[in-house]
T-cell receptor, first 110, second 115 residues
Framework: RKEVEQDPGPFNVPEGATVAFNCTYS??????FFWYRQDCRKEPKLLMS???SGNEDGRFTAQLNRASQYISLLIRDSKLSDSATYLC???????????FGKGTTLSVSS | ETGVTQTPRHLVMGMTNKKSLKCEQH?????MYWYKQSAKKPLELMFV???????ENNSVPSRFSPECPNSSHLFLHLHTLQPEDSALYLC??????????????FGSGTQLSVL
């Protein structure tokens, strides 16, 4: 089983839509979780950390379910500029490198 | 601008060439990383340096040779590469080794093509 799994998509949605991505991780000892965003031919950039209680940043909401070992990202009122690949990232323990998923591609159209 | 600069942005090399990728971070971070990103595959960690000491080598072939002369600079020396090594090579840094809440800052990457 892969360490971090994501549905690669692509997710094709119209502007204004709400879209959700899920990500599962295999190691129950994983300690920290992130969503990174990567635009085409660009480097990944941190979108948001994911906290146990869930957290929101504008139109973006991240949730963590430790019992089921998955994290989610919800994007409300999608914009054209949200088109990108969203990478789920997990850290198993302090001092070790982050583990990346393959990414989920989102395409928002007008 | 993330504070992590990589050169060159693009590189085409033959299998017998020797080339080097350079990374410099201006963030005062202590940890630096090399990642490889191939099409349809997740980012693969290659090497980790903490305070210029290598702490992780993720079973990378010896045709890739990292060098970290100080905490701000990281090199990846390439020699006798194979066509399957063609990929985007990303340098990243973090304040300390990736841990709880630690964030990575990436450079723009070097798109490498091996002919």
């Amino acid at each position: 089983r892969k360490e971090v799994e994501q549905d690669p998509g692509p997710f094709n949605v119209p502007e204004g839509a709400t879209v959700a991505f899920n990500c599962t991780y295999s190691n129950s000892a994983s300690q920290s979780f992130f969503w990174y965003r990567q635009d085409c031919r660009k480097e990944p950039k941190l979108l948001m950390s994911v906290y146990s209680s869930g957290n929101e940043d504008g139109r973006f909401t991240a949730q963590l379910n430790r019992a089921s070992q998955y994290i989610s990202l919800l994007i409300r009122d999608s914009k054209l500029s949200d088109s990108a690949t969203y990478l789920c990232v997990v850290n198993i323990q302090a001092g070790t490198a982050l583990i990346f998923g393959k990414g989920t591609t989102l395409s928002v159209s007008s | 601008e993330t504070g992590v600069t990589q050169t060159p942005r693009h590189l085409v090399m033959g299998m017998t060439n020797k080339k080097s990728l350079k990374c410099e971070q201006h963030l005062g971070h202590n940890a630096m990383y090399w990642y490889k990103q191939s099409a349809k595959k997740p980012l693969e960690l290659m090497f980790v340096y903490n305070f210029k000491e290598q702490t992780e080598n993720n079973s990378v072939p010896s045709r890739f040779s990292p060098e970290c002369p100080n905490s701000s600079h990281l090199f990846l020396h390439l020699h006798t590469l194979q066509p399957e090594d063609s990929a985007l090579y990303l340098c990243a840094s973090s304040q300390d080794l990736a841990g709880v809440g630690e964030k990575l800052f990436f450079g723009s990457g070097t798109q490498l093509s091996v002919l």
